[in-house]
Structures are given as structure tokens and as C-alpha cells.
């Protein structure tokens, strides 16, 4: 071949590529642009559920704390809790506060039980070690 040919062919391959060239690179780069909002928009997603879940259980949570909190403080503080006494009488009010004051203690500890129910569902891997709870070892046969 000439070198008049080759030199065509050449400058002939060099526009081709300069042509083409631009096009996939550029494509290329959208495909990892959308790509990478894709998953910082399934981050942030993740990041609401798991504020809602937060905020589904912390309300009524809160909520049945302080509760709990203020008949606490009316036993401990202010003293008046003759109704917990076994000699109270049977007066229907008492029998409400007295009731009222389990029942403030069965919610703060029911609302604990659900948060640690929904957790492990969640994720059983996290919730395990901060249960607290171990397995028991059993004796290597000898």
C-alpha cells in the first residue's frame, strides 16, 4: 500500500474514534452517574424506613414513660400511695390507682418487649449480642 493510502486510512480511523470515542465514554459515564444516585437514593430510603420504624415504636414509648414517670413520682415524691398498701381499703378510686399503676408499668415494659421483638426481625445479627442473653454451655463428652 501507498503511503497516501495509509495515511488516508489512518486519518479516516482517527475521526471514527473521534467521533465514536466521545459518545461511549459520555455513555459510560451516565450509566455510573445513574448508578451511583440509584443507590444513594435506596440509602436514603433506608434511612427513612428506619427513622419511621424508629419513630413508630419511640412515640408510644415515650408516651407510657412518662406516664409511668409522673405515678412514680406521686409514689416516691409526694408519698401519696396508700393505695399499694396491702391493709388499703377498698375504696373504687383506690382500686383504680392501684390498677392504673400496673397497668403504667406492664406498657412501659410491653412497648421495651415490642421494640426488641421488631429488632430482631430487623436485623437478628445486631439484636443478639445486646440482648444480653448467652446460650448455655453445654459439658464436652469426655
Known sequence: MSPQVVA????????????????????????RQK???E?????????????DLVRLYSDPLKDAATSLR??????VEQKQAPYLLADAPGIPFL???????LYRIAAVLGWIRAI????????PQQASPS????????????
Open 8 to 31: 488516508t486510512l489512518l486519518a479516516l480511523v482517527g475521526v471514527i474514534v473521534g467521533l465514536v470515542a466521545p459518545d461511549i465514554v459520555m455513555a459510560i459515564y451516565l450509566v
Open 35 to 37: 448508578r451511583a444516585h
Open 39 to 51: 443507590l444513594a437514593d435506596r440509602k436514603e430510603s433506608e434511612g427513612k424506613q428506619h427513622h
Open 70 to 75: 409522673h405515678r412514680l413520682k406521686e409514689i
Open 95 to 101: 382500686d383504680y390507682k392501684r390498677i392504673s399503676t
Open 116 to 123: 426488641r421483638r421488631e429488632r430482631s426481625y430487623l436485623d
Open 131 to 142: 440482648s444480653g442473653r448467652t446460650a448455655p454451655r453445654r459439658a464436652a463428652a469426655v
